[in-house]
Structure formats: C-alpha cells, structure tokens
C-alpha cells in the first residue's frame, strides 16, 4: 500500500489549497481516510487529526478547521481530497493523509495517538501560511 499526498505549496493568509492523496494498493471505499498534520518538534504521535470520513462518507474536523476544510474522496479513482479554504498562519504544517479501519470518523482522528501498526501514511506535504 502506497499513499501519496500533493498539493502543498506557500499562500498568503485568506488564500486556498487543495490537497491530494492517491493510494495505490488500497481501496479508499472500504475504509476510512484521514488527514493530519504536524509542526517542527512535534513526534509523529502527535500529529493532529485534521479531517477524517469514514466509508459511509461520514466526516469529521477539528474544531479550528470547521467551516473552512472539507474532506472527500473520489471513490472510483482512490483520490482523498482536502480543500482548505481561508487558510490561517496557524495551519503552517506538513499535512499527511492516512489509511485504517475505524469506528467513525471522529475515532479515525486520533490514529496517530494510538500508533497503531496497522494504519497506512503518506509522506506527506507541506502547507506554509504567510501573514
């Protein structure tokens, strides 16, 4: 199973990206998807749950995102999206998708916390947000 994100880049604050994730290996309609990100200093345990959709396209954000990321996927081309509008400094992150079974969406977000063995990374992606 190979996971792999794009669509990071530098914006100004206010500004928008979308961020990709193609999984090969894998099927995206089956399980659930996440996306987290992680700052400098941070451990790979810590890496904060950003949006999660389950596979009955049931979703989940963090609270700081809420009314401004949207999480989806394209089922038939394994592609998880997340479009990330009026971007803020504070969302200056690299931002990895993830793969696993899940509970519900909610549960999904704190996968990195539990470290599970069986939870599927990309590389992830870089997101920096310019005041």
């Known amino acids: 199973v190979h996971l792999e994100e794009s669509g990071g880049g530098s914006v100004q604050a206010g500004g928008s990206l979308r961020l990709s994730c193609v999984a090969s290996g894998y099927r995206y309609s089956s399980h659930c998807m996440a996306w987290f990100r992680q700052t400098p200093g941070q451990e790979r345990e810590e890496r904060e749950g950003v949006a999660a959709i389950d596979s009955n396209g049931v979703t989940d954000y963090l609270d700081s995102v809420k009314g401004r990321f949207t999480i989806s996927k394209d089922n038939a081309k394994n592609i998880l999206y997340l479009q990330m509008d009026n971007l803020k400094p504070d969302d200056t992150a690299k931002y990895f998708c993830?793969?696993?079974?899940?509970?519900?969406?909610?549960?999904?977000?704190?996968?990195?916390?539990?470290?599970?063995?069986?939870?599927?990374w990309g590389q992830g992606t870089q997101v920096t947000v310019s005041s």
């Open positions: 993830a793969a696993d079974w899940c509970w519900s969406a909610q549960h999904a977000r704190t996968w990195a916390s539990e470290n599970a063995p069986g939870t599927y």
